[in-house]
């Protein structure tokens, strides 16, 4: 599809107003012709005047009618395009938030941080500058220049050939330099997109520059960028001077050229005075939105790039929300001959098969990388196997209702976010039903977060984030806790979720857990194996297989990955 038809897609899609549309169409014609009365009436007055030797009354008052007319339609023409324009804008970026937060995840681990972002804020305010800011330069230009052209030409053919061979020398002179000033916005849109994902990320990562002494670095790099930005506005502001001088000589000796050749067709008699003023005024209305075009085809080739932008956005295929929507409760969790990997060379798992019982603690062990925070995002079903399944229910886990598989799952990572807000809305964050009291107040005191909780000024609602205070890595991973058994959910993923915490914590939170666990399907992964030795079973997984499996006393005695780990873990805290 090229550039512009992904324009008009986009602009199709957001479904302006037909009454809007057809009541600005019709102002707009209303108003060109107005503008085209305007120099015949003042033709008429001094024609009269140099008839009688004093203006018409009836006349004066016709020609400011005219003019308080084109004024007030030009501002309803101004209004009725910002409304156009904005609604479009309203619906566009609606559209793109709506579809960028359906996308599968794996779309993310490819986009930089901040350009979904700048496609719903920036890329929508171009598009929305063409149709409200430049819509009514190009249409009113446009009838204005070729209404004049045809009144010019009744109006005296031979001034008006004069003025045709100036007008298109200066186009022909312009030409080549807009076509580069295209090239140029197009590079410094690009680049500033680029350094804004990049300053979005650094920023976000502020403590890892400091930690690690980036700063000179990073200013260099930020400096080499801002440079090249600078060269390229620069050699687009060359070029707008250059043209800009141009355009002016090309537009004044053009004028000097009617002029001379007007006035001395007045002089000769072949020439009235009036229609001599009038045709410099038809001749403005030509010049003027000459001018204004050019601006307009800046703006269109820039909504062009963020046209094809949004929609290559809008064109990614979302989640399929469809799917059976079962129970998970008492279901047990069969891993079927599952292969996946995230690039095609590199393979996380190559024929997995395990099981998770219904009501069981199962645990997953293995050094890091080893998959499993991916079995976890397979589990919820953030990714395609390449082949095998996972089956619930007897159905492939593929096949699910995403949303209601997700809601009866309480995933704890091993860093879990927070957001802006009250840690009451961090806690019912994407509440599924109402939440009351007293599962609140269970899940606090399930997660310890009850003593908390107390020392907090504004209790639960305390603001947490940028605004608020900042929580420890253990107070994060409680609330995240207390946030996933808020859901109740039949299958409890944690992924490492105690890995951050000092062991005083851990040990609370195993408690915590036992409770927890309760009626629900457990998944634990764990490189810190005393949160796992008690788990009914215990997966150890190296190299994208199982090695073995059992509970701490078999796999102690079979399978040295498992003892090698234990040992590990012990070396380490005799010599803490
Ligand atoms: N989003 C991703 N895109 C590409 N590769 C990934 C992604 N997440 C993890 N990986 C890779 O997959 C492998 C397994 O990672 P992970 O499941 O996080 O391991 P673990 O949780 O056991 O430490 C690693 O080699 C890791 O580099
Ligand atoms: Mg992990």
Redesign the pocket.
């Given at each position: 599809m090229n550039n512009t038809s992904s324009l008009i897609q986009l602009v199709r899609r957001t479904r302006p107003s037909r009454l809007l549309l057809s009541t600005l169409v019709l102002f707009t014609l209303f108003s060109s012709v107005l503008g085209l009365l305007v120099p015949l009436q003042t033709k008429k007055l001094l024609e009269e005047l140099g008839e009688n030797g004093h203006f018409s009354n009836e006349q004066v008052v016709i020609l400011i009618m005219v003019l308080v007319f084109s004024a007030v339609l030009a501002g309803l023409m101004t209004y009725i395009m910002g409304k156009i324009g904005n609604e479009q804008k309203l619906k566009l970026r609606g559209d793109l938030f709506q579809h960028l937060i359906r996308l599968p995840v794996s779309f993310f681990?490819n986009t930089r941080a901040g350009e979904p972002a700048n496609r719903i804020v920036k890329d929508t305010e171009i598009i929305e500058n063409l149709v409200s800011e430049q819509s009514v330069s190009f249409i009113s230009g446009v009838v204005s220049l070729f209404g004049s052209f045809i009144i010019l030409w009744f109006l005296d053919w031979q001034m008006t050939l004069v003025m045709l061979g100036a007008v298109t020398a200066s186009f022909l002179i312009i030409l080549p330099f807009s076509v580069r000033l295209t090239e140029l916005s197009k590079s410094l849109q690009d680049t500033e997109a680029s350094m804004l994902g990049r300053l979005t990320e650094l920023f976000a990562n502020i403590r890892l520059l400091r930690a690690q002494g980036a700063e000179k670095i990073e200013a260099k790099k930020n400096n080499n960028e801002l440079k090249s930005l600078y060269k390229t506005a620069m050699s687009e502001h060359t070029l707008l001077a250059t043209m800009g001088a141009l355009v002016n000589l090309v537009i004044m000796a053009s004028i000097v050229l009617v002029l001379g050749f007007g006035a001395s067709r007045v002089a000769n008699g072949a020439m009235t005075l009036g229609a001599f003023v009038a045709f410099i005024m038809f001749l403005l209305n030509i010049v003027l939105p000459m001018g204004q075009l050019s601006m307009v085809v800046a703006a269109f080739n820039k909504a062009k790039g963020a046209a094809v932008r949004i929609n290559e956005i809008l064109a990614t295929t979302p989640e399929n929300e469809s799917g059976h929507t079962i129970s998970l409760t008492d279901k047990s969790i069969y891993v079927r001959n599952l292969s996946f990997s995230?690039?095609d060379d590199?393979p996380?798992f190559k024929s997995l098969n395990c099981e998770f019982l219904s009501g069981k603690t199962t645990a997953i062990v293995?050094p890091?990388?080893?998959?499993?925070?991916?079995?976890f995002a397979l589990l919820q079903g953030f990714y395609q196997a390449r082949r095998g399944y996972i089956e619930i229910a007897g159905l492939n886990v593929e096949e699910l209702d995403r949303a209601n598989l997700r809601a009866q799952i309480g995933y704890v990572a091993q860093e879990s976010p927070l957001l802006c807000g009250t840690l009451y809305e961090n806690l019912v964050y994407g509440a599924y039903e109402a939440i009351d009291d007293e599962q609140l107040q269970h899940a606090i005191a399930t997660a310890d977060l009850a003593e908390f909780i107390a020392t907090l000024p504004d209790g639960l609602n305390t603001q947490i984030g940028e605004r608020g205070i900042t929580l420890s890595g253990g107070q994060r991973q409680r609330v995240a806790l207390a946030r996933a058994l808020l859901k109740d959910p039949a299958l409890l993923l944690l992924?490492e979720a105690t890995a951050s915490l000092d062991s005083q914590s851990e040990a609370a939170i195993q408690i915590a857990l036992k409770n927890a666990k309760k009626g629900r399907t457990t998944i634990i992964?764990a490189h810190r194996l005393s949160t796992v030795m008690d788990a009914d079973n215990i997966i150890v997984i190296n190299k994208g297989e199982i090695e073995s499996q059992g509970d701490h006393q078999y796999l102690m005695q079979h399978s040295s990955l498992y003892q090698s780990l234990v040992n590990k873990q012990f070396n380490l805290q005799a010599a803490s």
């Amino acid at each position: 599809m090229n550039n512009t038809s992904s324009l008009i897609q986009l602009v199709r899609r957001t479904r302006p107003s037909r009454l809007l549309l057809s009541t600005l169409v019709l102002f707009t014609l209303f108003s060109s012709v107005l503008g085209l009365l305007v120099p015949l009436q003042t033709k008429k007055l001094l024609e009269e005047l140099g008839e009688n030797g004093h203006f018409s009354n009836e006349q004066v008052v016709i020609l400011i009618m005219v003019l308080v007319f084109s004024a007030v339609l030009a501002g309803l023409m101004t209004y009725i395009m910002g409304k156009i324009g904005n609604e479009q804008k309203l619906k566009l970026r609606g559209d793109l938030f709506q579809h960028l937060i359906r996308l599968p995840v794996s779309f993310f681990d490819n986009t930089r941080a901040g350009e979904p972002a700048n496609r719903i804020v920036k890329d929508t305010e171009i598009i929305e500058n063409l149709v409200s800011e430049q819509s009514v330069s190009f249409i009113s230009g446009v009838v204005s220049l070729f209404g004049s052209f045809i009144i010019l030409w009744f109006l005296d053919w031979q001034m008006t050939l004069v003025m045709l061979g100036a007008v298109t020398a200066s186009f022909l002179i312009i030409l080549p330099f807009s076509v580069r000033l295209t090239e140029l916005s197009k590079s410094l849109q690009d680049t500033e997109a680029s350094m804004l994902g990049r300053l979005t990320e650094l920023f976000a990562n502020i403590r890892l520059l400091r930690a690690q002494g980036a700063e000179k670095i990073e200013a260099k790099k930020n400096n080499n960028e801002l440079k090249s930005l600078y060269k390229t506005a620069m050699s687009e502001h060359t070029l707008l001077a250059t043209m800009g001088a141009l355009v002016n000589l090309v537009i004044m000796a053009s004028i000097v050229l009617v002029l001379g050749f007007g006035a001395s067709r007045v002089a000769n008699g072949a020439m009235t005075l009036g229609a001599f003023v009038a045709f410099i005024m038809f001749l403005l209305n030509i010049v003027l939105p000459m001018g204004q075009l050019s601006m307009v085809v800046a703006a269109f080739n820039k909504a062009k790039g963020a046209a094809v932008r949004i929609n290559e956005i809008l064109a990614t295929t979302p989640e399929n929300e469809s799917g059976h929507t079962i129970s998970l409760t008492d279901k047990s969790i069969y891993v079927r001959n599952l292969s996946f990997s995230y690039a095609d060379d590199k393979p996380v798992f190559k024929s997995l098969n395990c099981e998770f019982l219904s009501g069981k603690t199962t645990a997953i062990v293995g050094p890091s990388g080893v998959g499993k925070s991916t079995l976890f995002a397979l589990l919820q079903g953030f990714y395609q196997a390449r082949r095998g399944y996972i089956e619930i229910a007897g159905l492939n886990v593929e096949e699910l209702d995403r949303a209601n598989l997700r809601a009866q799952i309480g995933y704890v990572a091993q860093e879990s976010p927070l957001l802006c807000g009250t840690l009451y809305e961090n806690l019912v964050y994407g509440a599924y039903e109402a939440i009351d009291d007293e599962q609140l107040q269970h899940a606090i005191a399930t997660a310890d977060l009850a003593e908390f909780i107390a020392t907090l000024p504004d209790g639960l609602n305390t603001q947490i984030g940028e605004r608020g205070i900042t929580l420890s890595g253990g107070q994060r991973q409680r609330v995240a806790l207390a946030r996933a058994l808020l859901k109740d959910p039949a299958l409890l993923l944690l992924d490492e979720a105690t890995a951050s915490l000092d062991s005083q914590s851990e040990a609370a939170i195993q408690i915590a857990l036992k409770n927890a666990k309760k009626g629900r399907t457990t998944i634990i992964a764990a490189h810190r194996l005393s949160t796992v030795m008690d788990a009914d079973n215990i997966i150890v997984i190296n190299k994208g297989e199982i090695e073995s499996q059992g509970d701490h006393q078999y796999l102690m005695q079979h399978s040295s990955l498992y003892q090698s780990l234990v040992n590990k873990q012990f070396n380490l805290q005799a010599a803490s």
